[in-house]
C-alpha cells in the first residue's frame, strides 16, 4: 500500500531532551516537507526537501532540523526541545515539487 | 496563492449529497482549485484537484463555475465516516510549495 508512515505517532518529552521524528514513504516520491499544526494557525511548513541532500527552510524553522540521505526518509530532529514546539507534527510528500502531496498520520508531539 | 472563503460547518444526512462550495473570486488563470479533508487529527488526505474543467474521482467530483470564482465539491453519497474538516485551497503550479489550509468547512453527516 502507497503511504507515508510516521514515528513515533505519539511522544511525550521533557524540555532540552533531543529526539527525532521519523517519516518513510514507500512512493518513490522525489519531495518531501514537514508540516506542525496548530490550533488557530493551521498548517505551518517547517522544512522541506527537493530531493536527496537537497533540504530548505519552510516558513518556521526555528528550533529545527531535517535531513534527506535517503530518498524514502526525512526524519525531523528537535536538537533542544521546548515548550512552544508542542504540536502536531505531519510529514508529506509528492511525485515532484508542486504534485498533490501525501500526508502521514501525524506525530502528537508534547514538550514539557 | 488566492485566498479561498469556506462556511465553518454543514450538516449532511447520510446517504445523501454533500455540497461543500467555496469561494476564491481571487483566482488567477493559471491556478489549480485542491481539496483536502481531515478527519479528526489525522493527516490531511488529498481528495481532488481541478483547473477548470468539472473533475470526477472515486472519491467525489469537483464543479468549477465558468468564471473559475467558486467551486463545489461534491460527496455523492456522504456516510458516517466522511465527518472531517474540508479544505480548498488555490495553488500556483510554481512558487513555494506550502499548503495553505485555512479554517475550512467541518461537515457531519447525521445518521
Known amino acids: 500500500e502507497a503511504q507515508v508512515t510516521q514515528n513515533p505517532r505519539y511522544l511525550i518529552t521533557v524540555t532540552g531532551k533531543k529526539l527525532t521524528v521519523t517519516c518513510s514513504q514507500n512512493m518513490n516520491h522525489e519531495y518531501m516537507s514537514w508540516y506542525r499544526q496548530d490550533p488557530g494557525l493551521g498548517l505551518r511548513q517547517i522544512y522541506y526537501?527537493?530531493?536527496?541532500?537537497?533540504?530548505d527552510k519552510g516558513d518556521v524553522p526555528e528550533g529545527y532540523k531535517v535531513s534527506r540521505k535517503e530518498k524514502r526518509n526525512f526524519p525531523l530532529i528537535l536538537e533542544s526541545p521546548s515548550p512552544n514546539q508542542t504540536s502536531l507534527y505531519f510529514c508529506?510528500?509528492?511525485?515532484?515539487?508542486?504534485?498533490?502531496?501525501?500526508f502521514g498520520p501525524g506525530t502528537r508531539l508534547l514538550v514539557l | 496563492d488566492a485566498k479561498t472563503t469556506q462556511p465553518p460547518s454543514m450538516d449532511c444526512a447520510e446517504g445523501r449529497a454533500a455540497n461543500l462550495p467555496c469561494n476564491h473570486s481571487?483566482?488567477?488563470?493559471?491556478?489549480?482549485v485542491y481539496w483536502y479533508r481531515q478527519i479528526h487529527s489525522q493527516g490531511p488526505q488529498y481528495i481532488i484537484h481541478g483547473l477548470k474543467n468539472n473533475e470526477t474521482n472515486e472519491m467525489a467530483s469537483l464543479i468549477i463555475t465558468e468564471d473559475r470564482k467558486s467551486s463545489t465539491l461534491i460527496l455523492p453519497h456522504a456516510t458516517l465516516r466522511d465527518t472531517a474538516v474540508y479544505y480548498c485551497?488555490?495553488?500556483?503550479?510554481?512558487?513555494?510549495?506550502?499548503?495553505?489550509f485555512g479554517t475550512g468547512t467541518r461537515l457531519t453527516v447525521i445518521p
Open positions: 485551497i488555490v495553488r500556483l503550479p510554481t512558487g513555494a510549495n506550502n499548503l495553505f
Open positions: 508529506a510528500s509528492s511525485l515532484a515539487f508542486r504534485e498533490t502531496q501525501y
Open positions: 481571487t483566482i488567477s488563470g493559471n491556478e489549480y
Open positions: 526537501s527537493m530531493n536527496v541532500e537537497v533540504t
